[in-house]
């Protein structure tokens, strides 16, 4: 092989080696874009329940029994025998390792959660302070 050709046969080397990069660099690209498209796809779709169910949680009429937030509400203010103020609940939750996927935080789920179902399931007694309508304290 003279010259010319082996340089030939490297130049196709290396014009190999580089298109091999931009074939990955477009995989890479592609595993991104679907990435993006799946969540795209799933913005329209109904969330996944908040928490996992936790075992023996109180039967309170309305409650719904599918491990939501409200399971856990229900169980502290249960727990608690009265009335108790946002935060602590709250905090309560934290204790017991309850997180919350939501962007504003658990304290703002736990807020919402107590504003929802006041009128069926929670009693407002005053501002930042519930009781289950069952309770009498």
Not at 76 to 96: A, C, F, W, Y
Not at 97 to 110: E, F, K, M, N, R
Request: aromatic share 2%; proline share 4%; hydrophobic share 30%.
């Amino acid at each position: 092989m003279n010259d010319t050709q082996e340089q030939i046969l490297i130049d196709i080397q290396n014009e190999v080696r580089q298109q091999e990069e931009k074939v990955q660099e477009l995989r890479n690209k592609l595993s991104r874009e679907e990435d993006f498209l799946k969540r795209l796809k799933g913005l329209g779709k109904p969330k996944q329940p908040l928490l996992p169910m936790k075992e023996n949680v109180p039967t309170t009429p309305n409650v719904p029994q599918d491990g939501t937030i409200i399971e856990h509400i229900v169980e502290v203010l249960t727990e608690n025998g009265g009335s108790m103020h946002v935060k602590d609940i709250t905090e309560k939750l934290r204790t017991q390792g309850i997180t919350s996927d939501a962007q504003l935080g658990l304290s703002a789920t736990v807020a919402n959660a107590l504003f929802r179902r006041r009128n069926d399931l929670f009693q407002r007694v005053r501002r930042g302070l519930y009781r289950l309508r069952t309770q009498s304290g």
